[in-house]
């Protein structure tokens, strides 16, 4: 597909989208979105190497799980195009920033705008946390930290196939505290499995608040350098500096790129509902107003007309 | 003279897998322990060390799977689904990779105690959708376990045993079947595993005091043929007796319950097993006497059926093999 706009354009248009999104359903997840628009856009519009999409631009309706009485299962990973030995493949692993995610595949062409419209509908298949046949989703990662194992088992398969594409992970900080990833990571280092490459959105919070309250991590470059992976830190919402980034050097061990950002990035006023950013839901219809006013002139749009 | 075969899974999987493209052998630290050392030495490219990280190896394991890999996991079935259930779940069962789980040391076939003794695994196992379950019960269906699970369109667990086995079966595995051992009309005794060699012991001494016993050993427990069950049931005039190694709950014993209830079937059932219990660490014969799952506990469960004293002794069942818990064919006393 041909890139049709900046990635600084489609990460305005994702943030556009999720507030959108956020001020007519009364909140969601929109930090995600001020802290990973720029990555998100970047592998997408960029970086990964994809073909056409295979499923309809309108996604389909839940079909079911699998089962051998369901055939005719798919995964949604079609709307990153077929699988293919020289492609890519993309794990988002923290699934809760599946909203995000899918206003990346409408920015880039793959999903049409119509499918936000489904978002967490009853009998849709663009479900809230990210599943297996939601579009973009080829594993569920609902479960956090199961998406970097996942990664380097399919890594390693695809080297013994001789398969040249790459699996990449998007992953989240949060993930540290789970004692897979690090498992992971040793595996990947052992195994010389240098075709998986991660960029984790490092902001810092988590579901209860600020990863300091909640568990510190310490320096995750450091660990990560010494279970064995490549590791390096950037600036998040700095296009070059990611760029860069993922040209570094990483022969036989995995690469996993620290983006720094900061969770209020380009809607200043979610920093009253730190620590709490996880899901912001408003309080009261002031406080809706209020932030409706303030993100869109933000974003440079007119405030949502939620109301309709 | 039972025939007793040393270390038929090494021989077996080695003979499956090797050469083959599509499966890999996947171990956790207890390569030798699972008898894949051999197999490790001599297919090196086949084999992947995933250490002592059961978490990350389920994942990775259906990684492999949606790359177009069978990989055959193995390590003490305890492992494999207790530390990590979650992964087991995500990244095998819900997506339906082929991951063949060969779970060693099943219920009390080992000393090391409530951290190595899976005793309620295929009342978990039952309860995840798209898993299939195997239960080896003699050195045969050992020798045919990998033929059978890979033959799966899906996850499979199996219960594999390993040292010393006896050979009890002339034919392998036939999933979905089930088979028939004696074909009496007074009680339905079902079994699997290493159960089902207890049942055979107290044959001779069951048809002594005169009753005529029908036995059934499952190696296949899902999928489940109800019906040819039932078709037994409804041989036997006075009831059907369960017994496993396992807990009664959520294993055979509930399955045969199960079944009865749903079809209306008014015969009593008594269901051997571990009683809502942990075991402890010992010798597998102790267990299986000090917890109820041998020949004598499958008497006393026949006769609390009969309502009848049969004055069945230790001394007129056949005698119970006992392995040196240090024997040679296996790993570490475990």
Known sequence: MQNQKTTEDVALGIRRRVFEHAMRNNGGYLSQACSAAEQLAWLYNEELKLGDPTLPMIPKPFEGVPSPSNPDYHTGAGYNGPVE???????????????????????????????????NQDGSSVEMIGAEHSPGMEVHNGTLGIGLSTAAGLAYGRRRCGDKGRTWVFMSDGEVQEGQTWEAVQACAHHGIDTVMAIMDVNDQQCDGAMSSVMEVG???????????????????????IRDAARTSHVGKPLIILARTNPFHTMSILEERFPRLHYVRFKSEDERTRFNTSIAADLGVDPIDYAH | MVEMVSRPYASAFEKFAAGNPDILCLSADLTSSCEIDGFRDRHPDQFVSLGMAEQNMMSFAGGLGLAGFRPFIHTFGVFMYRRPYDQLMASIAYPRRKVRLMGFLPGVTTPGGMTHQSIEDISVMRSIPNMTILETGDATEVESICEAADSIDGPVWCRVLRGSVPRLFDTPIKVGEMRELSQGDDILVVTSGICTE?????????????LSIRHLHLHTIKPFDAKALLDHIGSVKHGVVTLENHVTEGGIGSLVAETMADAGIGKRLIRLGLKDTYAHGGSRPYLMRYYGLDALALVR??????????????????????????SLVKAEAL
């Not at chain 1, 890519?88 to 936000?116: C, K, N, Q, S």
């Not at chain 1, 830190?233 to 700095?238: A, L, Q, T, Y």
């Open chain 1, 219 to 241: 320096d995750i470059k450091t660990k990560f350098e010494n279970f064995g992976a490549a590791c390096i830190e950037i600036d998040g919402h700095d296009l070059s500096a």
């Open chain 2, 198 to 210: 207890e049942a055979m012991r107290a044959r001779a001494a069951l048809a002594a005091a005169g």
């Open chain 2, 301 to 326: 469960g026949i006769e609390d059926l009969m309502g009848e004293c049969y004055n069945i002794t230790e001394d007129d069942l056949a005698e119970a093999r006992f392995d040196d818990v240090h």
């Open chain 1, 85 to 119: 030995p020289q492609f890519d493949r993309l794990f988002i692993a923290p699934a809760h920033y599946a909203l995000v995610a899918y206003a990346t595949l409408i920015e880039v062409g793959r999903m049409a705008p119509e499918g936000l419209e489904m978002f």
